[in-house]
């Protein structure tokens, strides 16, 4: 009955702004995340937020993404600011509810000039 629903990817020029959307239901929900996976990489953690909002950033990306959340609407978001070519990867939402985690299916940033 869990379903997360990621969207807001696209391809942008470096330096650019990108926002990503989480679209969380079928439970409460603990602390959320988003992750992503470069081509050829390892899946990573790129920022968390609890359910009192509560942030953490990986440090490549502290100071130019902020991830959020709204609880009455089960979305968590990532505003994602001065885009390098090394953020392109698959940005996946992940969710906690309980001892319980769940992914998303994913959406695609592209960083190209």
């Known amino acids: 009955q869990v379903q997360l629903v990621e969207s807001g990817g696209g391809l942008v020029q470096p330096v650019g702004s990108l926002r990503l959307s989480c679209a969380a239901s079928?439970?409460?929900?603990?602390?959320m995340a988003w992750y992503r996976q470069a081509p050829g990489k390892e899946r990573e953690l790129v920022a968390t937020i609890t359910s009192g909002s509560t942030a953490n950033y990986a440090d490549s990306v502290k100071g130019r993404f902020t991830i959020s959340r709204d609880n009455a609407k089960n979305t968590v978001y990532l505003q994602m600011n001065s885009l390098k070519l090394e953020d392109t990867a698959v940005y996946y939402c992940?969710?906690?509810?309980?001892?319980?985690?769940?992914w998303g299916l994913g959406t695609q940033v592209t960083v190209s000039s």
């Open positions: 079928g439970s409460i929900f603990n602390a």
């Open positions: 992940h969710a906690r509810a309980g001892l319980f985690g769940y």
